[in-house]
Protein backbone atom coordinates (compact mmCIF):
# COMPACT_ATOMS: atom_id res chain seq x y z
CA UNK A 1 0.00 0.00 0.00
CA UNK A 2 2.83 2.26 0.78
CA UNK A 3 6.66 2.24 -0.69
CA UNK A 4 9.69 4.00 -0.42
CA UNK A 5 11.97 4.04 -2.84
CA UNK A 6 15.36 4.89 -2.35
CA UNK A 7 18.18 5.90 -5.30
CA UNK A 8 21.68 7.49 -4.89
CA UNK A 9 23.99 5.19 -2.87
CA UNK A 10 27.17 4.01 -4.40
CA UNK A 11 31.05 4.10 -3.74
CA UNK A 12 32.32 7.17 -3.60
CA UNK A 13 36.22 7.89 -1.95
CA UNK A 14 36.51 9.57 1.10
CA UNK A 15 36.03 13.48 0.82
CA UNK A 16 33.17 12.84 -1.57
CA UNK A 17 29.88 13.77 -1.96
CA UNK A 18 26.99 11.46 -2.74
CA UNK A 19 23.11 12.45 -2.92
CA UNK A 20 20.25 9.98 -1.48
CA UNK A 21 16.78 10.31 -2.33
CA UNK A 22 14.06 8.43 -1.31
CA UNK A 23 10.57 8.96 -2.92
CA UNK A 24 6.92 7.75 -1.41
CA UNK A 25 4.56 6.37 -2.93
CA UNK A 26 1.09 4.29 -2.34
CA UNK A 27 -1.99 4.91 -0.75
CA UNK A 28 -2.04 7.43 2.36
CA UNK A 29 -3.00 11.38 3.22
CA UNK A 30 -0.23 13.06 3.73
CA UNK A 31 3.73 12.38 5.92
CA UNK A 32 4.47 13.56 8.81
CA UNK A 33 8.22 13.16 9.22
CA UNK A 34 10.80 11.56 6.89
CA UNK A 35 14.43 10.46 7.95
CA UNK A 36 17.58 8.39 6.91
CA UNK A 37 19.17 5.92 9.48
CA UNK A 38 21.64 3.44 8.39
CA UNK A 39 23.30 0.63 9.51
CA UNK A 40 26.89 -0.61 9.28
CA UNK A 41 27.86 -4.41 9.60
CA UNK A 42 27.92 -5.35 13.25
CA UNK A 43 26.36 -2.17 14.49
CA UNK A 44 22.86 -0.73 15.46
CA UNK A 45 21.09 0.80 13.02
CA UNK A 46 21.25 4.72 13.85
CA UNK A 47 19.08 7.57 13.14
CA UNK A 48 21.24 10.30 10.31
CA UNK A 49 18.84 13.06 10.25
CA UNK A 50 14.88 13.35 10.20
CA UNK A 51 12.69 16.14 9.26
CA UNK A 52 9.71 16.94 9.99
CA UNK A 53 6.11 18.22 8.20
CA UNK A 54 7.71 21.97 9.39
CA UNK A 55 10.52 21.27 8.21
CA UNK A 56 11.89 21.51 11.41
CA UNK A 57 15.28 19.15 10.91
CA UNK A 58 17.29 16.85 13.67
CA UNK A 59 20.87 15.14 12.92
CA UNK A 60 23.01 13.02 14.54
CA UNK A 61 26.41 14.63 15.84
CA UNK A 62 28.86 12.49 13.89
CA UNK A 63 27.01 13.74 10.24
CA UNK A 64 26.48 17.79 11.57
CA UNK A 65 27.89 20.17 9.45
CA UNK A 66 28.32 17.41 6.47
CA UNK A 67 25.31 15.98 5.70
CA UNK A 68 21.90 17.80 4.88
CA UNK A 69 18.80 16.59 4.33
CA UNK A 70 15.50 18.17 2.92
CA UNK A 71 12.20 17.50 1.49
CA UNK A 72 9.72 18.10 -1.41
CA UNK A 73 6.05 18.17 0.21
CA UNK A 74 4.45 18.63 -3.02
CA UNK A 75 6.91 15.49 -4.18
CA UNK A 76 6.38 13.45 -1.05
CA UNK A 77 10.54 12.87 -1.45
CA UNK A 78 13.21 13.55 1.04
CA UNK A 79 16.88 13.47 0.23
CA UNK A 80 19.90 13.21 2.24
CA UNK A 81 22.82 15.32 0.70
CA UNK A 82 26.23 13.78 2.16
CA UNK A 83 29.59 15.87 1.96
CA UNK A 84 33.07 15.11 3.17
CA UNK A 85 32.14 11.43 3.15
CA UNK A 86 34.37 9.05 5.79
CA UNK A 87 35.52 5.57 5.33
CA UNK A 88 33.26 5.45 9.11
CA UNK A 89 29.82 6.77 6.85
CA UNK A 90 30.02 3.27 4.62
CA UNK A 91 26.47 1.48 5.90
CA UNK A 92 23.10 0.90 4.60
CA UNK A 93 21.20 3.90 4.48
CA UNK A 94 17.34 3.68 4.86
CA UNK A 95 14.70 5.89 4.60
CA UNK A 96 11.79 6.03 6.84
CA UNK A 97 8.77 8.05 6.92
CA UNK A 98 5.76 7.79 9.17
CA UNK A 99 2.58 8.57 7.32
CA UNK A 100 -0.97 9.76 8.03
CA UNK A 101 -2.64 6.94 6.73
CA UNK A 102 -6.33 8.62 6.00
CA UNK A 103 -8.12 12.36 5.73
CA UNK A 104 -10.46 11.75 8.14
CA UNK A 105 -8.49 10.23 11.10
CA UNK A 106 -5.11 10.43 12.83
CA UNK A 107 -4.19 6.75 12.33
CA UNK A 108 -0.26 6.70 11.12
CA UNK A 109 2.00 3.97 10.34
CA UNK A 110 5.78 3.63 9.80
CA UNK A 111 7.54 2.17 6.88
CA UNK A 112 10.80 1.49 5.58
CA UNK A 113 12.78 1.35 2.10
CA UNK A 114 14.88 -1.42 1.11
CA UNK A 115 18.15 0.14 1.97
CA UNK A 116 20.74 1.65 0.07
CA UNK A 117 24.90 1.01 0.26
CA UNK A 118 26.93 3.57 0.42
CA UNK A 119 30.80 3.03 0.10
CA UNK A 120 33.03 5.00 1.46
CA UNK A 121 36.56 4.58 0.22
CA UNK A 122 40.02 5.51 2.01
Known amino acids: QVQLVESGGGLVQAGGSLRLSCAAS????????MGWYRQAPGKQRELVATISSDSTTDYADSVKGRFTISRDNAKNTVDLQMNSLKPEDTAVYYCNARFRLRSWDWATNTYWGQGTQVTVSS
Open 26 to 33: GSFFSINS
